[in-house]
């Protein structure tokens, strides 16, 4: 009885944490505006370390289609203009010795359904995910059977299991309609 209970639990935190994932990888595709969160993969050369541009400056978003990125040292202008030069953002930065600017051009309507396409690639890959994790769990219930759990345990576990799959690939559904909605809007 206590292993059906971790599975249930091991089953519902990994689907929990497929649901974060998706929801982080759609947070990173860029909907025509500026949000401090672009920036999170790009590291900067701080002093002999690579950092990420958020521990190294402030990023704030004055309007809707800047980011105004100000280090704590004068002397990262540069590295952080390099960085973001080279990362595959494809922006290009501003500098006045102080701050760095980022003017985010509006997306054009291809762009817009390539990054749709890119949100359902995502989504999709959550939703394997947690198919899987369903699948490993069904496979472990049914090995419990020949360790004296009876068959009408394992079957309502199974069922717990489909159901903590439905809930959670809906919560991959809206996360996703949700960002459609976002990339589509003008």
Known sequence: MEDLEFYLEEAKDHMGKSVH????ALSKIRAGRAMPNMLDGITVDYYGNP??????????????KTLAIKPWEKNMVHEIERAIINSDLGLNPQNDGEIVRLNIPPLTEERRKDLVKQSRVEAEHGRVSVRNVRKDTNDHLKKL????VSEDEVKKAETKVQDFTDDFIKQIDALLTKKEEEIMTI
């Open 51 to 64: 950092t990420p541009i958020s521990q190294v400056a402030s990023v704030n978003t004055p309007d809707a």
């Open 145 to 148: 059977i020949k360790e004296h």
């Open 21 to 24: 994932h998706v929801s982080v």
